[in-house]
């Protein structure tokens, strides 16, 4: 009786031993083989047959086809594709951006050349001399004003005083030439303006549009610029070690494990993206606040004191303005003469002030015509865009996990779970760091954000704010697309900017812990559990033996 109880417990807990490898017999790694060294790997690595789990440290310690040094490879890899698809969806992105910057600032400098060019057709012929020999005065208006747009370091209403204030000392030394005027002189006629009101009320009216018209776009333009750029710096942040656990377990575990066709769970997937991905969907709230200004700032591009009517109406406004100085300048000079003093070393004479005023009103080609819907179509297209990627950072793990995840009938009791094929039973986390903190699949320190997108988020914030002051009018200096979160000075690093240190590090609290399936549990440590039954089965048989001997 006492041989036979030893007999059947032996061969019970080899039975078990063995498990679904049959009898004795470990199944083949031909096709991990295979698929590893489809990835470039040598297959030196790689076992023939399936080996126990116990030195694994990132998938589950059962019988397995990966070494070590194939679950570190393979794990490197996992964060590596992540990082490639992150930067990918960004380009993406980025391409949309770019190409509508590049259409709106194409469209604002084609405004600008076709509205120069309309001047100098209707003033050379009209002005003659008066205007070749002061055609810088009104080239470097323009010039100006494509320096303003392309947000350089331009103050608009000081660019436009400067032009006012050099056109009227012009007109004045033409009207005079009869006398010689020195610096001193020039600088008095020119404080006149606003006394003199030469122009009349051309030079406030315009500055009041053209301020208008051009802050708003030049805004819009670089609210572009900037949406462009904080997507390529976050598409280029690193992943975390913990990301890299995490993907290497939902990615390529389940071919450790022989189970090469099964795919994740969709709410395991979801766990593993938002906790890898917890700090880019930090970025939402000010991303959208910045997409939602750009769109009411692109609504005040159409209409009468839209950007394009404005810029090709500035010939007629200046012409009107000189019309204006020509039909006064007997009055004009009286008033200058009286508040500069009178001019010496001339006769009076009034050939110069007929030449100036013979010319009569100046009659400039209406440029503007009928709108040809290229801008309102422009702005549509743009709106639409903007409102479409308000959403992308909270959306970035739906769309990574739509291609890899389970579907199909039954699928959420066949999928891969981390551990086996089986349901997922955690509960899915929110979006945002601070919704990671009880994460089952990635450990984050939700105290201590990623630096470098926290710059992001704050760059956001300053063109949000610039945006605001555009839609009132108020003009904004554009130094550069700064990194510096006080969003004053230069700030601003090359592409060869240092690394952040990484700063994901263990939660200081314990992770909450999920009941799992039973025969997740078991399977979780399968290896060492069957190892003392083997054992006790090798003792059941000696014992055995010894009593047969006796």
């Known amino acids: 009786m006492d041989s036979f109880f030893f ?59 990966c070494t070590s040094d194939m679950e570190e490879k393979l794990a490197t890899l996992s964060r590596r594709e992540m990082e490639g698809l992150l930067k990918e ?20 400098q084609e405004l600008l050349n076709r509205s120069e060019v309309a001047l100098q057709e209707t003033f050379a012929p009209s002005m003659g001399l008066l205007y070749s020999q002061n055609a810088p005065v009104f080239s470097d208006l323009y010039m100006e004003l494509r320096r303003y747009c392309r947000t350089s370091n331009v103050n608009l209403e000081e660019a436009l005083n400067d ?56 805004s819009f333009i670089q609210g572009l610029l900037v949406s462009g750029d904080v997507v390529r710096k976050v598409s280029q942040v690193q992943l975390s070690l913990e990301c890299m656990r995490a993907m290497m377990r939902m990615t390529y575990c389940p071919h450790c494990r022989g189970m090469a066709s099964a795919r994740p769970c969709a709410n395991y997937c979801s766990n593993v993206m938002k906790g890898c991905l917890a700090n880019q969907a930090d970025l939402n709230t000010e991303w959208r606040h910045l997409a939602d200004t750009m769109v009411q700032v692109a609504g005040r591009f159409d209409g009468p004191t839209g950007v394009d009517v404005v810029i090709l109406s500035l ?9 204006t100085m020509m039909e006064n300048i007997e009055a004009v000079n009286s008033k200058v003469f009286q508040a500069c003093g009178s001019p010496r070393g001339g006769v009076t004479s009034t050939t110069a002030q007929e030449e100036v005023s013979k010319g009569g009103k100046i009659i400039v080609e209406d440029r503007v015509g009928p709108s040809t819907g290229k801008l309102e179509q422009m702005v549509l297209d743009a ?67 990623d630096m470098t997108i926290r710059q992001q988020i704050m760059q956001l914030k300053i063109m949000t704010h610039r945006l605001k002051n555009a839609l009132n009018g108020n003009d904004v200096d554009f130094v550069d697309t700064s990194d510096d979160a006080s969003g004053s000075g230069s700030g601003i690093c090359a592409d060869d900017c240092p690394p952040s240190p990484r700063l994901i590090v263990p939660m200081t609290e314990p992770p909450m812990v999920y009941a799992r399936p039973e025969n997740e549990r078991v399977v979780k440590g399968s290896a060492s559990q069957n190892l003392p039954c083997v054992l006790s089965s090798l003792l059941s048989l000696a014992a055995l033996l010894l009593l047969l001997w006796r």
């Open 383 to 449: 709106s639409r865009r903007l409102k479409d990627m308000q959403p992308y950072w909270v959306s970035l793990p739906s769309v990574l996990c739509s291609d890899r995840m389970a579907t199909g009938a039954g699928a959420e009791d066949r999928c891969w779970n981390g551990m086996n094929r089986a349901r997922y039973l955690p509960e899915v986390m929110g979006d945002g760091l601070a919704s990671q903190i009880n994460n089952p699949e990635v450990e984050i320190d939700i105290t201590k954000p």
């Open 89 to 108: 969806a960004g380009r993406a992105l980025q391409t949309s951006l770019s190409g509508q910057y590049k259409a709106f600032d194409g469209y604002l």
């Open 7 to 65: 007999i059947a417990t032996g061969m019970l807990c080899l039975l078990t031993a063995s498990g679904d490898r049959g009898i004795g017999k470990a199944r083949s790694c031909s096709d991990i083989r295979h698929f590893y060294s489809g990835k470039g790997f040598h297959l030196d690595d790689v076992p023939q047959s399936e080996i126990s789990g116990e030195h694994l440290r990132i998938c589950p310690q059962g019988y397995t086809c």
């Open 163 to 218: 032009f006012w204030a050099r056109l009227l000392e012009k007109l004045f030394n033409q009207a005079n030439k009869q006398y010689s005027f020195g610096e001193d002189y020039q600088e008095c006629v020119s404080k006149q303006m606003e006394t003199l009101r030469p122009f009349g009320d051309a030079p406030r009216e315009l500055k009041l549009k053209v301020t208008r018209a051009l802050v708003a776009a030049r």
């Open 315 to 323: 010939p007629n406004r200046i012409a009107e303005a000189i019309s």
